[in-house]
T-cell receptor
Framework: QKEVEQDPGPLSVPEGAIVSLNCTYS??????FMWYRQYSRKGPELLMY????GNKEDGRFTAQVDKSSKYISLFIRDSQPSDSATYLC????????????FGTGTRLKVLA | GAGVSQSPSNKVTEKGKDVELRCDPI?????LYWYRQSLGQGLEFLIY????????KSGLPSDRFSAERTGGSVSTLTIQRTQQEDSAVYLC?????????????FGPGTRLTVL
């Protein structure tokens, strides 16, 4: 079993839909949870990070962490065609830990 | 300012040849990472450099892989005697380490195809 599991998709939604992307993990030591967006033929770029449990909101994006269930989510409201990309979750045990464990990524397509 | 740059963007080589991939990190970033991204796989950690410390090479998949970082800046990942299973996108990231959370900034990657 992988430390971090992520549904690879692809996930196709109509423009304006609310998108939910998820990862599950097995290592209870993880404290930092990141979401990266990767456009085709580009490197990943950090969207959001969250420390420990709870929610964090940034514009149309909300990151949610449920440590009791070892489950994290990224919600995208009012999705746009420009949101079409691969979304990767990543986790680490502490800020001093340099090794991130990445999910495989979920490919999202928002249809105009 | 300039982000992380990698060269070449694409590399096609024949099985058995050696290849060198280059990474130019963001100026002032002390940490540098190499990752491999294969189809359907997450980012696989390869190697980590931090300042003048000995690199963490624990992710290198075989002794055909090596990396160096000269002068604490530019890094080169070398793959000797390439195999078809080495075909992947090789990503470099740099990071300024200090403070509570330190973002890794990724380059665009080098897409390696071994025929």
């Amino acid at each position: 079993q992988k430390e971090v599991e992520q549904d690879p998709g692809p996930l196709s939604v109509p423009e304006g839909a609310i998108v939910s992307l998820n990862c599950t993990y097995s290592n209870s030591a993880f404290q930092y949870f990141m979401w990266y967006r990767q456009y085709s033929r580009k490197g990943p770029e950090l969207l959001m990070y969250t420390y420990s449990s709870g929610n964090k909101e940034d514009g149309r994006f909300t990151a949610q962490v449920d440590k009791s269930s070892k489950y994290i989510s990224l919600f995208i409201r009012d999705s746009q065609p420009s949101d079409s990309a691969t979304y990767l979750c990543a986790m680490s045990a502490t800020s001093g830990t340099y090794k991130y464990i990445f999910g495989t990524g979920t490919r999202l397509k928002v249809l105009a | 300012g300039a982000g992380v740059s990698q060269s070449p963007s694409n590399k096609v080589t024949e099985k058995g040849k050696d290849v060198e991939l280059r990474c130019d990190p963001i100026s002032g970033h002390t940490a540098l990472y190499w990752y491999r991204q294969s189809l359907g796989q997450g980012l696989e950690f390869l190697i980590y450099f931090q300042g003048n410390s000995a690199p963490d090479k624990s992710g290198l998949p075989s002794d055909r892989f090596s990396a160096e970082r000269t002068g604490g800046s530019v890094s080169t990942l070398t793959i000797q005697r390439t195999q078809q299973e080495d075909s992947a996108v090789y990503l470099c990231a740099s990071q300024f380490r200090g403070g509570t959370y330190n973002e890794q900034f990724f380059g665009p990657g080098t897409r390696l195809t071994v025929l």
